[in-house]
């Protein structure tokens, strides 16, 4: 408070608007926002970018609650070799000073590497069968989680994040990510038109997406939200699978086109620019001016248990 400010003398009530007004107000001098990006959606859900939040500020907020974040991660067969750097990376730049609990899946224990962990931040093993087409592995990601938020979580968390662990952070993954349900643009396809989208194109399949529909591409990566709404999306893309087996389809990107019909009919509160997945590549783009989680290289003949 400014030592020469006349609201101290006035009650709590009153000192307490006017700190929010001195917050406010720092917050617009800051010139938070950005004018080479869309940073909201037509929807009006906010695409979170680098320059359209104040870190300090946020957590700030967040604090107040009390809030823990599940974070769900799969590394079956070859790909439990990208447990420790991905584990390492989010206890430097994931979640800092919140609740973590990240639930792993793996059909080798044995070979989950020994991390630590900072305060208030906890890691279960789960055991999973392993599958030998990596395209079952990741869809059977969907009903895997519809199950854990069912039958454990409701108690232990708030929001819940489901990532790839083929991945490393290298910045500030925070609270400013949270919302009721959060879907991540996808790297390839945040600046090219609609058409280019990889969406399923034929109509026997339950992902089909129409040409001319459609917002925006999402990664199959990295997505979250309430319990409550990721609940629904995974028990929806795990009926939607079951419906395309019994007709004998599978979608071009798995689940990944699921989610994206998902997204279609039931929009997301908020997006994640690809500063939330980058590409697994080294290469800039002048709108993506912070990396903080990016796909790592990774030789797919070579870790995939098929081609
Ligand atoms: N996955 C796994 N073992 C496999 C194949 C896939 O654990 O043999 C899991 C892992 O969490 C991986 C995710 O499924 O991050 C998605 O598969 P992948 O990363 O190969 O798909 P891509 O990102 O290359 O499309
Ligand atoms: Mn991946």
Redesign the pocket.
């Known amino acids: 408070m400014d030592g020469d400010c006349c609201l101290t003398m006035l009650n709590p009530a009153v000192v307490s608007i006017h700190n929010c007004v001195l917050v406010c107000r720092n917050h617009l001098t800051g010139n938070l926002g950005r004018t080479d990006v869309a940073s909201v959606t037509p929807w009006l859900a906010p695409i979170v970018w680098e320059g359209t939040f104040d870190s300090t500020l946020i957590d700030s907020i967040y604090k107040q609650q009390n809030i823990t974040i599940a974070t769900t991660?799969?590394?079956?067969?070859?790909?439990t070799r990208f447990l420790k750097d991905f584990l390492e990376s989010a206890e430097e730049h994931y979640f800092v000073g919140f609740r973590v609990h990240y639930h792993l899946f793996t059909d080798q224990a044995e070979e989950v590497p020994n991390v630590k962990l900072g305060q208030e931040r906890y890691l279960t093993v789960k055991k999973v069968p392993s599958m030998n087409r990596?395209q079952d592995?990741?869809m059977s990601?969907m009903e895997i989680l519809e199950k854990l938020i069912e039958n454990e979580l409701a108690s232990e968390a708030d929001y819940i994040f489901c990532l790839?662990?083929?991945t490393k952070f290298y910045g500030r993954w925070g609270v400013e990510s949270l919302g009721r349900l959060v879907g991540v643009i996808h790297p390839w396809f945040f600046n090219v038109p609609r058409f280019i989208f990889t969406y399923e194109r034929r109509p026997e399949s339950q992902a089909y997406i129409p040409a001319g529909e459609g917002d925006y591409y999402f990664t199959g990566?990295a997505f979250g939200g309430s319990l409550e709404d990721v609940h629904h999306l995974t028990k929806t893309c795990r009926e939607q699978m079951n419906i395309d087996i019994a007709n004998s389809i599978e979608a071009i990107w798995h689940e990944e086109s699921h989610l994206n019909k998902y997204f279609l009919y039931n929009k997301p509160s908020k997006l994640l620019s690809p500063e939330y997945l980058w590409r697994d590549i080294s290469m800039s783009s002048g709108q993506v001016k912070i990396i903080r989680l990016s796909?790592v290289a990774k030789n797919?003949a070579e870790?995939?248990?098929n081609l």
């Open positions: 991660v799969f590394a079956l067969g070859k790909y990596w592995i990741s990601r790839d662990v083929d990566a796909h797919n870790v995939r248990p």
